[in-house]
């Protein structure tokens, strides 16, 4: 397919389309046209929209057809009927738009067309969408609300998100649809936002904000109302007295106090996402800098790339891994899914498991034994691996296999992992120990378990059967055919691993990993530098519930299978542990845990870690309640001795969620900083609110915006963070 393309001073002309497939290079992500229509014709446009507006659409073959467009009440997909193709092809989720392009479309004129590129789920190509509207005026309209919910969605990537955002809360304040909000319309949007002014502090504002005294605000009266409320005390001492700031001033802000040296490019850049480099910044508009992700707590490029070595053997890595994959519940009666495994696997997961049993009919199925969980075949768990392997992470994927099949249905599993996985399943011909790193091993499928080895008189026989896991085993043999694609060796060590090579693997339950760490601490580090360990959960948590994985970390274990389905406090250190190194399932290990070096040699000095909590901004209330009440928690996971300094927290501040301040300082020393995971906690009395984690080495120093998340299920909620102050230096 191509796609030319004619730029233009005033807008981008696209021209001869021959069908709906987009060429890559060509997309400019996230480019859509600016909103025009003020906040009334914004909701009056969408409402039709919501109702259907007839157009044309352009087909690859070159025909036009009529259309009905609607967009859906939940205000998330865009659909077009009529049409013969399954719904699913008809239907363009907002989430997946990446640009909007404005100009002809089958020799019509550009006024009046509309082209909207967009990723395809099912084909995972970018796919164009060609409408022509009846008249310039309802192509306007559709043009303003798409983008106006586009922004919504993706404010991060506007230019002017302030705006996006203030323009959001204007419609959901105009009850009465006048366009034009009375005092009482204003107090009402407070109250949903949490905000708390007493009735003079609103009055004294709102009459500021009304320029004209006419008793109503209008859109840009209530944009600078929205500005007076975000002045923020614990700002103006970092804002120059002189009532602006500069570039210059900027430059020297990020140098001192946010101990980032940027170029005059660099910084230009930056100060133009928030106001014009040429007359510098107002407070307002230096408040929302500080309380921006473009100032967040990670560094730049952290969870976007990789950063690691990734030449070193697999068994140096900290590995992302999943337990009972399939498993969407508790271990005893829930249901079984392929989809589990699509979504560990688009988390950055590397190490899934699959519990093998004999099926009817000779294909072999998988599902937790003995108990009453759901059945799923074997084939179509290895069709979903196959399609989302390398999604998310091109590094290889382990397949931690527990087989209870009969030696038939082994073979008939071995011939599944073939056919669906092709070239990609490496094979003990093919496995040599020098391309046993994460980037020899790209874009491979890696196989865990027993051996079967062929005796001197030429008979078959099992290696000496694994420790742990259960020993729920039902098969006597393994058959050779499934042991031939056997790349990660199940063994049971002799001497703690003396003669073991990289790819030889245990797997240990997480009471006897925590046996072995207190009475065994400095072998069992030297072992995992040998080899590898596979840490399972107990099978008494029965409601999935998961074991704290730092433990585990700190002497080296590799593979820490935790139970995705259950998003726990201990899941959430998980996630937290591989959002960086670019989100690819891997981190490597400290050098302590790799190198020559004992228990306790870490790689870097000692750390001296000091937080000022200083406030927060748009905290939500606890569901069911009408206020929040907010403190906050603030302590480290990682070795025992980092992890055993306890919790520090903030004083309550009362019946404030919108812009409560604290101004807490709160210290901790760190001994092993690689291992390190930070925890900021929003609690109101015992609940908790929000959250926030990270691993230390991706800390930036300064004064950061921190963007706080749902605890229940790790979701961002947006506008919610805190501003914090942090130094962190070698003693």
Excluded at 134 to 144: G, H
Excluded at 600 to 608: E, I, L, R, V
């Amino acid at each position: 397919a191509t796609v030319s393309v004619l730029y233009c001073p005033s807008q981008m002309v696209l021209s001869c389309i021959t069908n709906r497939n987009v060429i890559e290079g060509e997309i400019h992500q996230h480019q859509f046209p600016e909103v025009t229509l003020p906040p009334v014709e914004i909701r009056e446009a969408r409402q039709e929209l919501q109702a259907g507006v007839r157009v044309e659409r352009y087909c690859s073959n070159g025909r036009m057809k009529w259309k009905t467009l609607y967009l859906d009440n939940s205000m998330a997909k865009l659909i077009y009927t009529p049409s013969n193709k399954p719904v699913w092809r008809t239907t363009i989720y907002l989430k997946n738009v990446v640009e909007i392009r404005e100009g002809e479309v089958a020799r019509k004129p550009a006024n009046i067309c509309i082209s909207m590129i967009y990723l395809d789920t099912q084909s995972k190509k970018h796919k164009v969408l060609h409408i022509v509207c009846p008249d310039a005026e309802t192509k306007k309209k559709i043009t303003n609300v798409i983008s106006f919910l586009l922004n919504k969605k993706r404010r991060r990537y506007t230019k002017d998100p302030e705006t996006t955002r203030i323009l959001d809360l204007w419609m959901e304040a105009d009850v009465n649809n006048d366009g034009r909000l009375s005092k009482t319309e204003v107090s009402g949007l407070l109250q949903r936002l949490n905000v708390q002014l007493t009735k003079t502090a609103l009055s004294e504002k709102f009459k500021q904000a009304d320029t004209d005294s006419s008793k109503y605000l209008n859109f840009k009266e209530f944009k600078n109302f929205y500005k007076l409320l975000h002045t923020r005390e614990e700002v103006s001492s970092l804002f120059p007295k002189h009532g602006t700031m500069t570039l210059e001033d900027f430059k020297l802000f990020c140098q001192n106090k946010q101990e980032e040296r940027l170029d005059g490019e660099e910084a230009e850049r930056l100060l133009s996402s928030f106001g014009d480099p040429e007359k510098g910044l107002l407070q307002a508009e230096f408040t929302a800098f500080l309380f921006s992700r473009q100032n967040s707590w990670w560094k730049p490029g952290d969870r976007e790339n990789v950063t690691h070595d990734m030449d070193r053997p697999l068994n140096q890595y900290f590995i992302s891994s999943s337990h009972n994959t399939y498993l969407t519940g508790d271990q005893f009666q829930s249901k079984s899914s392929c989809d589990a495994y699509r979504q560990a696997l688009e988390k950055g997961c590397r190490c899934v498991e699959l519990d093998c049993w004999d099926g009817p009919n000779g294909d072999p199925e998988i599902f937790h034994g003995y108990t009453r969980t759901s059945r799923i075949k074997f084939r179509d768990v290895c069709d979903t691996i196959k399609q989302y392997a390398f999604r998310k992470s091109k590094y290889p994927v382990l397949l931690s296999l527990e087989v209870h099949t009969s030696e038939k249905q082994q073979i008939a599993m071995a011939n599944h992992m073939r056919e669906a996985f092709g070239s990609a399943l490496l094979t003990d011909e093919e496995y040599s120990d020098g391309m046993f790193t994460p980037n020899g091993l790209q874009g491979r499928i890696l196989v865990k378990g027993k051996l079967c080895s062929r005796k001197p008189n030429g008979e078959e026989g099992d290696e000496e059967p694994l420790a742990g896991e259960g020993d729920l085993r039902t098969t006597n043999k393994v058959a050779l055919e499934l042991s031939e694609l056997v790349t990660l060796r199940a063994a049971h060590p002799k001497d703690w691993g003396a003669d073991a090579s990289p790819n030889f693997i245990q797997s240990l339950s997480e009471s006897t990993c925590e046996n072995y760490i207190d009475n065994d601490q400095a072998r069992f580090v030297e072992l995992n530098k040998r080899m590898m360990t596979r840490i399972y959960p107990s099978g008494k948590r029965l409601n999935s519930t998961n074991y704290d994985p730092c433990p585990a970390w700190s002497v080296g274990c590799q593979c820490v299978a935790l139970n995705f389905q259950t998003m726990d406090t201990n899941q959430r250190l998980n996630e937290t542990r591989f959002e960086s190194n670019g989100g690819c399932g891997l981190i490597l290990k400290p050098s302590h845990l790799i190198g020559q070096g004992g228990l306790n040699d870490y790689s870097q000095p000692t750390y001296k870690l000091i937080i000022t909590i200083k406030s927060g901004c748009q905290i939500p209330k606890p569901p069911g309640k009408d206020q929040v009440d907010p403190y906050v928690i603030c302590y480290i996971n990682g070795t025992k001795e980092d992890q055993s300094r306890g919790k520090q927290r903030t004083e309550t501040v009362e019946n404030n969620g919108f812009n409560p301040v604290w101004n807490k300082t709160v210290n901790f020393t760190i001994k092993c900083m690689e291992l390190a995971i930070l925890t900021l906690r929003v609690m109101h009395t015992d609940i908790k609110v929000a959250e926030a984690m990270i691993p230390l080495p991706s800390l930036r120093r300064g004064y950061r915006s921190v963007p706080l998340r749902n605890p229940v299920n790790r979701a961002e909620l947006e506008h919610s963070c805190l501003l914090v102050k942090i130094s962190l230096r070698p003693e």
